[in-house]
């Protein structure tokens, strides 16, 4: 064989990784990327997630939707779900032909507020937490943390709190053993040498009282009163979380990738969204879905496991004399997602032939699960080849993988979910270096090639 001809084979033949690393960042990619950070700046909650997208949304003429409302083809509606998850959806000229979804989750791991959680002690005052999701505990302390969420009163008020993101703020924190002090604490492993109970917001040291024990959570309590009209009880009716404060920001010299918190899933809802707006010329029916609780099993009135979804599809399905199981059957579902990307600095725990890398492009995800592959859909082979035929024929770059070794890694997504409704679906999202972290980091290329693979599917025949 000719030096030509083994050139020629083995490109027919070889698989060759495609990267986005040599590619220019041009304006669009700059300004896309942009427009994220705002939204993710805004977005460091579920409700804060859903009142953006509606706001969007409404801006787009889509009109708020309840069970029971007329229905239109062509018509462009949302559904808010309890402002903690929404469905978008555009009604096609053949539903037949079944849906066309993505869906994307809003939440993100963060240290939720007990419904009891003020209390002083010698002379501090602190909030009890109950970690929500998978978090490494030792990397939520000795950061700047603010306080977000809301508060339903006793007469049903609601009070909207916001603390620790304007700069004039202040913010909270959980304190750290000094090394000097730390010989004991050393000798333990991450996994014990924090624990759940110990993840305490300080929240003040002033008191208003010579009272040792009463006056500085006192204290605390009048700030509270004074600002947004709550009182100690109000708390047990409160929905509030520690998350970190600060803005989003451009990471690298070079400005390619961005460094914030909530990436996990918010990087794949924002294409979702976008790509589903930009994609009105479809004539299929489409659905963007923004769910809550996915990262503590997607239980709930207002996490994917919640029938809300499959009710809205069953709406339609009748409202238009529609088959709804032969809707489902030929519908696809993209289930929205991040993916681990490779980490040269921890690659023991890869394995790299099946890793997704930054800069390489949308990653698909044929499986998820763990130990066996347990608690995954294991999208099918035909589902992969024609989400790759269509990525490949509008030129996207995409990749394969799976998050870690056997037996080393695993998650999972809401793929499953939407798969047991008899739902074609497959894990398509953004590769993420410092997953679940306070400070997580993705590619700027990737995000906006994340979008584009979303709006091709929309737009797909």
Avoid at 58 to 85: H, I, M, P, Q, V
Avoid at 243 to 258: C, E, Q
Avoid at 342 to 371: F, M
Wanted: include cysteine; aromatic fraction near 10%.
């Amino acid at each position: 064989m000719t030096k030509k001809e083994l050139e020629k084979t083995t490109k027919d033949l070889s698989f060759k990784r495609e990267s986005l690393a040599s590619k220019p960042m041009d304006e669009v990619i700059f300004n896309y990327a942009e427009d994220y950070k705002n939204f993710i700046d805004q977005s460091k909650t579920e409700r804060e997630a859903v009142i953006y997208a509606c706001e969007v949304l409404k801006d787009k003429g889509y009109k708020a939707f309840n069970f029971g409302d007329k229905l239109e083809k062509g018509g462009k509606y949302y559904f808010n779900n309890r402002f903690k998850s929404l469905c978008a959806f555009r009604i096609g000229n053949d539903l037949s032909n079944g849906v066309k979804l993505v869906g994307a989750h809003i939440d993100s791991p963060r240290l939720d507020i007990k419904q009891n959680p003020l209390y002083e002690k010698e002379n501090f005052a602190y909030l009890k937490t109950h970690y929500y999701g998978g978090i490494r505990k030792y990397q939520w302390t000795t950061i700047p943390l603010a306080l977000h969420g809301v508060v339903v009163k006793k007469d049903g008020a609601k009070a909207e709190v916001k603390i620790g993101e304007d700069l004039s703020d202040p913010v909270l924190c959980i304190t750290d053993l000094l090394p000097h002090l730390a010989q004991d604490q050393s000798q333990k492993t991450l996994a014990t040498a924090f624990t759940g109970e110990g993840l305490n917001l300080l929240l003040g040291s002033d008191s208003i009282s010579e009272d040792a024990d009463k006056g500085v959570k006192l204290n605390v309590l009048k700030l509270l009163n004074q600002k947004y009209g709550i009182t100690e009880t109000d708390f047990l009716s409160a929905e509030l979380c520690a998350v970190p404060a600060g803005k989003s920001r451009d990471l690298g010299l070079d400005r390619s990738m961005i460094s914030g918190y909530g990436h996990d899933d918010r990087v794949c809802a924002y294409p979702a969204l976008t790509a589903f707006l930009d994609s009105e010329k479809s004539t299929d029916t489409c659905i963007c879905l923004l769910a809550d609780k996915e990262e503590t099993g997607s239980d709930g009135v207002t996490g994917s496991q919640c029938s809300i979804l499959y009710d809205l599809i069953d709406e339609i399905c009748e409202y238009f004399g529609v088959n709804k199981n032969k809707v489902k059957m030929n519908s696809t579902c993209l289930s929205a997602d991040v993916t681990a990307a490779y980490d040269p600095l921890y690659s023991e725990v890869y394995e790299k032939n099946n890793a997704t890398y930054l800069n390489g492009g949308v990653a698909l995800c044929k499986y998820t699960g763990s130990r066996g592959k347990g608690g995954t859909s294991d999208a099918s082979c035909e589902l992969v080849g024609k989400v790759r035929s269509l990525f490949e024929s509008n030129g996207i770059v995409w990749q394969m993988g799976e998050l870690g070794k056997v037996d080393q890694g695993g998650g999972g997504t809401i793929a499953k979910y939407v798969a047991n409704h008899n739902i074609d679906t497959i894990d398509v999202g953004v590769p993420v270096l410092s997953m679940h972290s306070p400070l997580e980091v993705i590619s700027k290329k990737d995000l906006y090639e994340t979008y584009k693979a979303f709006k091709c599917f929309y737009l797909s025949k």
